[in-house]
């Protein structure tokens, strides 16, 4: 720590951790490369209502992090397979547990917002939706 009010060090090298794996698409494409690589249009089917340009930064930024791997296949007809990488394997723990807790915990959540919602509803506050 550099001051006594100081909670978090400024030179802490937080600021580049992956920080961004917790977002929704990111932890839903590492999931799905955890059994094998992947053609991009099979990772979009798989995963449901996300955008080309947002399925897109999601894999560009996960390759720069050094999580997956693009490997362009040569053709006729040529194909570009993502995968895992063993640093990209290290987070799958990570996942299950989030997954898990997610389980265990949803119920409960859900409950917590329905009810701060109603409370903040009855004060005359927008919802935060």
Do not use: N
């Not at 997956?68 to 993502?82: F, L």
């Not at 997610?102 to 009855?122: K, S, V």
């Amino acid at each position: 720590m550099t001051d006594s009010t100081s909670r978090f060090d400024p030179v802490c090298p937080s600021g580049i951790a992956p920080i961004h794996i917790g977002d929704k698409w990111t932890a839903m494409v590492i999931s799905l490369l955890a059994e094998e690589p992947m053609r991009y249009s099979d990772i979009r089917a798989q995963i449901g209502p996300v955008t080309a340009k947002v399925l897109t930064a999601a894999l560009r930024g996960l390759e720069r992090d050094g999580f997956v791997a693009r490997v362009e296949q040569p053709g006729p007809p040529r194909s570009v397979h993502y995968g895992l990488t063993e640093l990209g394997r290290t987070l799958l723990p990570a996942i299950e547990l989030a997954v898990q807790w997610a389980q265990d915990h949803l119920g409960a959540m859900l409950d917590a917002q329905e009810a701060y919602d109603r409370e903040h509803a009855r004060q005359g506050r927008a919802e935060l939706r």
